[in-house]
């Protein structure tokens, strides 16, 4: 007799108030993250395109453990939730993959940098983001990812519940700014760019 993973799945509030990550306990992207704005960007995310077919959902982040919601507008939470986490639980039971591997680079793990690289800044940054940055605004539901380095401006690309929050640029500019600021000296400015 076959018995049924048991999925558990809880919510938490993200800074952005129009997005919600449902957290499960089970991994459904371990080690990358793709960030589904519109319904017709979902291609090649079974995941994705069954929560677009939800009136309410306007956006889709699947990360390692949990999944972004952002709603429209118009629509309460309290209305929401229990449908939402309903589907979540429902696909992940289904044992349909979320995302299609053509989505999924051939590496997903970056190869460890060299001791030579150590001193590069832009390998500086990146790690400062990897462990101090990435894991703290994953538990707001959202993804960070380094873009550029020129100048001393580094440009970052935020996602998920990050992308459109009222204090995204408050945690840009007081946190991350900060950070890099006093780990590596050539930077002298942190932006997010849209995508």
Known sequence: METKEIIEIYTEMTPNPESMKFVTNRHILPNFQLDFR???????????????????V??????????????????DWFEINPELKE??????????????????????????????????????????????????????GGHIEFRSFDNGIVKLSLQGSCSGCPSSVITLKSGIEGLLKRMVPEVTEVEAIAE
């Open 58 to 75: 306007n956006g889709v982040f699947i990360a390692n453990n949990f999944v972004t919601i952002t709603k429209k507008a118009e629509y």
């Open 87 to 140: 589907a979540v639980k429902n696909f992940l039971q289904s044992g349909a993959k979320p995302v299609d591997d053509v989505l999924l680079p051939k590496d997903i793990l970056e190869k460890e940098s060299s001791a030579a690289a150590e001193t590069d800044p832009i390998s500086r940054i990146k790690d400062l983001l990897e462990k101090y940055v990435k894991p703290a605004i994953q538990m707001d």
């Open 38 to 56: 519109t319904k017709e960007l979902s291609q090649g995310s079974e995941l994705a395109k069954t929560l677009f077919e939800i009136p309410f």
